[in-house]
C-alpha cells in the first residue's frame, strides 16, 4: 500500500513539474507589416478624455477569459463608414494576437453607408490583405490580418442589423454627441461607453486621415495590453 501510495505521489509531483516548465505557446502571428505597423504606436500616447472608457474595456477584456462565455464589443458611428470600422478592425486583430479569445468587435451606425475608400486604402497600406466582395447587394470587403485567422468581412450596417450580438455586449459610442448632434439619435440596447473621434470627411488630408487612424491603433493596443 505504501509503495502504491508512493508511486501516485511522484508521478503527481512529475505530472506538476512537467506542466509547471512547459514553455508558453507563442502568440498568434500577424502578417509582418501589421507587427512592424503596431510596433511603431505607443499604447501610453492615448486621449486622456477616454480613460473611463478605455479603463472599462481594458478590464473586461482581462477578465473575459474567466467571465464571459464571449464578449462583445460594439462600436457605434452615425455612417459605419470609417471610424467604427477601423475600431472593429483593429480590436479584432489585436484581441487575435494577444489571445483575447472569446473577445469579438463589431460595429454599426444610425444609418448605413458605403465603407469609405480611404479607410480600404489605409488599411491596406499599413498591411492587411482586403478582397471585395458583397453583402447583400452592397460593396463589402473581407479583411485577413493572419493566415491562420478567419477574415474579418467590413460591410455598413445599422443598429438593428441582425448580425450583431444580443447578450453580453458593451456599445461605445465613437461619434461626438455635443458636435454631431445626428448621434444623440443613436440609442442602444445597453448602457454605452464614449470615445468620440473626429467624423473622417471627403476634404480630409491623408495626413488628417492618418493620424486619427493611428490614435484608434494606440487605444485599441492599450485596452488589449495584458
Known sequence: MKKTLFAF???????????????NLAAP????????????IDAKQFDKAHINALENLKSNISFSSMDYPDYNIIFYCSENSFRS????V???TLCF???HKKVKAFSAGLIANEIDSKLITYLSKIGYKISKTDKDGKSAYEVRYSDNADPILLYSKTITD?????KEVAAVIVCDVQVETDCSNLKTEFTPLYMAFPKVTATDSDAKVEA???????EMLYVTQK
Open 162 to 166: 441582425p448580425s450583431l450580438p444580443k
Open 97 to 99: 494576437a494577444r489571445k
Open 9 to 23: 505521489v511522484a508521478i503527481s509531483l512529475a505530472a506538476i513539474a512537467l506542466t509547471s516548465f512547459r514553455p
Open 85 to 88: 470600422q477601423v475600431l472593429q
Open 90 to 92: 483593429f480590436l479584432q
Open 29 to 40: 502571428k500577424l502578417y509582418p507589416e501589421l507587427e512592424a505597423y503596431f510596433k511603431t
Open 212 to 218: 486619427m487612424v493611428n490614435n484608434i491603433a494606440t
